[in-house]
C-alpha cells in the first residue's frame, strides 16, 4: 500500500498549495486599502478556495492513514 501512501502525500501537497495561495490573496486583497465592503467582496471568493483547498488536503491526509494502515 506504498502507492496509496505516497498518493495521498501528493494530493495534500497540492491542498496546502491551495491552502497557501489563499494566504498570499488575503494578504494581497489587505494590502490593496480597500474599504469594508470591497474587502469582504474580495474575500468571498477565497474563503471558498480556502475551504476546498482544506478539503483536498484532508482528503489527501485520509489516504496517508489508510495507506499506513493497510500497510
Known amino acids: 500500500m506504498e502507492w496509496l501512501i505516497w498518493i495521498g ?3 495534500s501537497l497540492v491542498g496546502l498549495a491551495g ?6 490573496a488575503v ?6 486599502g ?7 467582496a474580495r474575500m468571498a471568493p477565497i474563503v471558498a478556495l480556502n475551504l476546498a483547498a ?3 488536503s484532508v482528503l489527501g ?5 489508510i495507506g ?3 500497510g
Request: glycine share 6%; hydrophobic share 70%.
Open 9 to 11: 502525500a501528493a494530493i
Open 54 to 56: 482544506l478539503f483536498v
Open 27 to 32: 494578504v494581497r486583497a489587505r494590502r490593496a
Open 61 to 65: 491526509l485520509m489516504l496517508v492513514v
Open 34 to 40: 480597500l474599504g469594508d465592503a470591497d474587502l469582504r
Open 19 to 24: 491552502i497557501i495561495g489563499c494566504i498570499v
Open 68 to 70: 499506513v494502515t493497510l
